[in-house]
Structure formats: C-alpha cells, structure tokens
C-alpha cells in the first residue's frame, strides 16, 4: 500500500497551512465587522456584500484542499451574500453558517486540536538490517506508519524505537530490505 499524496491527506490530522487561516480569518472579521455595522444603524451597503461574497469564495477555494465541507459552507455564505435567498433554499438552510459554527470548525480542524504530518521515504539494506530516520522535533513521539516502495515483501519492518526526533526501523529478513515510504504523526515544536 502507498502511502496517499500529501494533498490527499485526512484534513484533520494536520495543521492547516497559515494562508488557508488568514483568508478564513479575513472573511470571518470583515463579516462580523460589517454585521456591526448595520446593527448600529449603518444599513445594507451592497459594496460591501460584493466583497464580503469575495472574501468568503477566496477561503472556500483555500480550504477546499484541506476540508471540502467547510469550503462548501464558505462557498454557500459567499454565494448568500450576492443573493441571500441562498441562505432559506432548503438544501442549504440547515448548514451551519452562523459566524461561530464556522469559527469552531476552523479551530477543530486547524487550531490546537490538529495534528503535524511528516512524510519521507528511507532505504533498508542487508549491511546493517536498520535504518534511524531523523524527524523534526515533535512535542512527543509521534505515531509511525509505513509503506513499501517497489517491489518486495509486503511484511513490515519493525520499528525499534520512536523518539521526538527520530525512529529506528529494522528488518528480520532479506524480503524486508528496500525502500520504504515513512509518515510521522504527531504535534511538532513550534
């Protein structure tokens, strides 16, 4: 099995890229400072909404990538903002797009609840029957998968140890021997 493309990866189990928070962010702060606005008495200003409609499709096309369903809300309040009779269709009136809702939902899947992913490949040769791969600091030791490359046993090695900053893999037969794609799973140091 091969391990799946990075832009392929589960979106919960990374940290968001910072350009995917930022366009998130900017819709979400114009909207609430907009909102604030015309609850002080500004009024609907359709400029405005045209921008507010820009904001919110400039963060469904970054986040589309890393949580379609939460650019497809992004989407369906951009598309609100141009016609809000987006907002009562049926198919769409019962999303969660109140400014919040959305705002958890970043949080849970690109905040502090989110996990780093690491990817790499490494050789085993028969010469020593171990290989130790070298990480990135991560705050614990962080969860070990691997994945064969080519062609061989299909029978993983064994992972000798996991520390934050390294793994030792080793193999018990000449089968194992070859390259090996690795993905490392935890919370790095920022």
């Not at 968001?16 to 400072?33: D, G, K, M, S």
């Not at 000449?174 to 935890?186: C, E, I, N």
């Amino acid at each position: 099995m091969r391990p799946e493309a990075l832009d392929q990866r589960v979106s919960k189990d990374r940290t968001l890229p910072r350009e995917v928070i930022v366009a998130f962010n900017h819709a979400l702060i114009e909207t609430r400072r907009y909102m604030a606005e015309c609850r002080k008495g500004a009024g609907r200003n359709y400029e405005s909404e045209q921008q507010l409609s820009a904001l919110w499709l400039s963060a469904a096309e970054e986040l589309y990538p890393h949580d379609p369903e939460l650019a497809n809300r992004c989407m369906v309040k951009g598309n609100g903002w141009v016609d809000e009779s987006v907002w009562d269709d049926p198919r769409y009136h019962d999303l969660p797009l109140k400014l919040n809702d959305m705002m958890e939902r970043i949080i849970q899947i690109g905040g502090s609840h989110a996990r780093d992913i690491i990817e790499g490949e490494c050789e085993v040769d028969t010469l020593t029957w171990r290989t130790r791969v070298k990480l990135p600091p991560f705050k614990e030791a962080p969860q070990i998968t691997l994945f064969r490359l080519g062609s061989g046993s299909t029978a993983e090695p064994n992972i000798e140890s996991i520390s934050p900053d390294q793994f030792t893999i080793a193999i018990s037969n000449s089968d194992q021997r070859g390259k090996w794609a690795w993905r490392a799973r935890g919370t790095l140091l920022r």
